[in-house]
């Protein structure tokens, strides 16, 4: 009996509640899970989970047992690699989720010269807007803007994600500028399907907060169409500066209500507790969270352009 592998095997099963998904993740047959799980509840001599035909959960005594077996895995995984690094550079593959928005964007950059640093780190990256437990999906870490729903999922917050509502110079000379929100219900609107709070919209101004559900004609879960809608005069959008700053800055849309404030979103790196001690996991977040800190660089660039101080002085 190989105990480190039923243990891996166990922490896996009562994350994933799943024995094919278990099975699918370590790259071994479903069998071969039901034997390691068989041998370490022999071994303990208690059951460690309760199965029926849908479910698969933690038996009562497990759970203190569970804990402690995550700290072990943790552990272990975090005394290898510091011998890894010790004769190497670190390695290993390393498999991402990634917002399209910030995919598609500054995101290459950073992946350039994260790779120049550890050149032994390979990387798979899906780039998917859709929350996802990166346990049940098998990611090392996802970078999203929802916050983890499990226990077991660690975040930690990588940088503050703004949004505006914009629109471009030919659609707003056509059919009039907002000045207020509930204005916005007079227009087209094109809007990202996938923000945490959905069709309800907060504005603050000074004490006051206004909240509106905003009809859409156009619903979207990729903001770069949004944005590409906007810019040929179709309708008023929101989108995240991250992803709008470089036509922000050139004029080609216009911030709009920027006398508001809409509460900011935060892009965490969400990860499963089991990997907390993982150094090629901990030096990518590090890497990301130093080269996004402070005010990120898209948003740097529009305080320098004066057509923009009443949107930025919000910031």
């Known amino acids: 009996m190989d105990r480190l592998l039923c243990i891996q095997a166990f922490v896996r099963v009562a994350e994933t509640h799943s024995f094919a998904t278990t099975a699918r993740q370590l790259g071994v047959t479903p069998s071969v899970i039901t034997s390691r799980i068989k041998q370490l509840e022999r071994f ?4 460690l989970f309760h ?30 690699d510091r011998m890894r690094s010790i004769r190497d550079s670190p390695s290993g593959l390393l498999r991402l989720q990634v917002l399209p928005g910030f995919a598609l964007g500054p995101f290459a950059r950073a992946l350039k010269d994260f790779r ?10 899906t780039v998917s807007d859709q929350p996802v437990n990166p346990i049940d999906e098998g990611f090392d870490i996802s970078l999203q803007i929802f916050r983890p729903g499990a226990e077991v999922l660690i975040e930690r917050r990588l940088f503050t994600v703004r949004r505006v509502f914009c629109a471009s110079p030919e659609y707003l000379k056509r059919c009039g500028t907002p000045s207020r929100p509930s204005d916005l219900l007079k227009h087209e609107l094109s809007l990202y399907s996938a923000y945490p709070t959905r069709n309800r919209w907060t504005f603050r101004r000074g004490d006051d907060e206004e ?15 949004l ?3 906007a810019r040929i005069g179709a309708g008023i959008t929101c989108l995240p500066t991250l992803v709008c700053s470089e ?8 911030p709009l209500l920027t006398d508001y404030e809409m ?19 901990k030096l990518f977040i590090d890497f990301i969270r130093k080269r996004f800190s402070g005010r ?19 910031w």
Not at 212 to 224: A, C, D, G, K
Not at 247 to 254: R, V
Not at 302 to 314: D, E, N
């Open 44 to 47: 303990v001599q208690a059951p």
């Open 51 to 80: 199965r029926s035909t849908r479910k698969v959960a933690l038996s009562e005594t497990a759970s203190d047992f569970f804990d402690e077996c995550v700290e072990l895995l943790a552990r272990v995984e975090s005394i290898t």
């Open 116 to 125: 120049l640093e550890y050149p032994n780190i390979s990387l798979d990256i």
């Open 211 to 225: 909240i509106i559900e905003l009809p859409t004609f156009v619903r979207s879960n990729s903001v770069h169409l």
């Open 227 to 229: 944005r590409d809608f």
């Open 247 to 254: 036509d922000l800055i050139s004029g080609a849309l216009l």
């Open 263 to 281: 509460p900011p979103l935060d892009l965490l790196a969400i990860y499963p507790s089991t990997h907390r001690g993982t150094i090629k996991v």
């Open 296 to 314: 990120p660089e898209w948003d740097r660039a529009m305080l320098r352009v004066p057509a923009l101080t009443a949107l930025t002085k919000l």
